[in-house]
């Protein structure tokens, strides 16, 4: 399970207790420190790796909003405040800045799984990118038919299916391509440190993967259980690729 890391900054002391009771539930969460001062949280933030912030508006020195701005860092960030009527339209232009959550204070109870949900998803998407962006800095290898005479990206591709004669490449936008390829051709193209045969009819893109344990693989709403022959095996070469691209 991902480790996260979060700060929460805040005059007020009661929404430190209250941050921090919500995440008693969630023990791959952990609270590196607390600031009653935004000033003293940018200083924090230079020397240090944060995944989540809880920020508040009105604070002494510096408000959430010049927090925001002095910023240089891209961490996602969730705005609590007693005042969300009045500082709800200058919050969205803030949202480009990893702003992904404007509440009230009163109902952080109810909004606080939706927080968690959407966090740990844009935080999935974000490393997806970020891993998309490392290999594009190396060679990037396509696929070597085209569909309707574009160039297929093998980063692009999530899944790829076996059936027959046939090959279905699952595609990252929700697509799916059938070509007429034997498995031998389609292994002999793939990048071994990318695609990875955890049963004998598929193939995975590690970039896509979201969960994974010694049995199992998922990709998305897509679940599949590590051939048995080869179970440990394959889930330590995936683990390890995994790491390795973390890195």
Not at 66 to 94: C, M, P, W
Not at 134 to 148: R, V
């Amino acid at each position: 399970m991902e480790k996260f890391k979060y700060i929460i900054i805040d005059d007020d002391i009661h929404t430190h207790l209250s941050v921090n009771r919500h995440f008693k539930k969630y023990n791959n969460y952990t609270c590196e420190n607390t600031f009653y001062n935004p000033v003293q949280a940018l200083k924090f933030l230079q020397e240090n790796e944060i995944d989540l912030i809880f920020l508040d508006i009105e604070m002494p020195e510096m408000n959430g909003f010049q927090f925001l701005k002095a910023l240089n860092k891209r961490i996602f960030v969730v705005i609590l405040t007693a005042y969300s009527e009045k500082y709800g339209i200058d919050a969205h232009d803030f949202y480009d800045r990893d702003l992904f959550f404007f509440s009230n204070k009163a109902q952080l109870l109810y909004y606080f799984p939706k927080i968690i949900s959407r966090f740990e998803k844009l935080y999935t998407e974000k490393e997806m990118l970020n891993r998309i962006s490392q290999l594009s800095k190396n060679e990037i290898h396509t696929f070597p038919k085209k569909i309707n005479n574009q160039t297929i990206q093998l980063t692009d591709i999530r899944i790829i299916e076996v059936v027959g004669h046939y090959i279905v490449l699952k595609m990252k936008n929700g697509e799916e391509c059938v070509f007429r390829m034997s498995f031998r051709e389609l292994k002999n193209f793939l990048p071994e440190n990318l695609f990875f045969q955890i049963r004998r009819n598929i193939i995975i893109n590690i970039l896509y993967v979201t969960a994974l344990n010694d049995i199992t693989v998922c990709i998305g709403e897509h679940h599949f259980q590590i051939s048995t022959r080869k179970q440990k095996k394959i889930a330590i070469e995936l683990q390890t690729a995994k790491q390795k691209l973390s890195q």
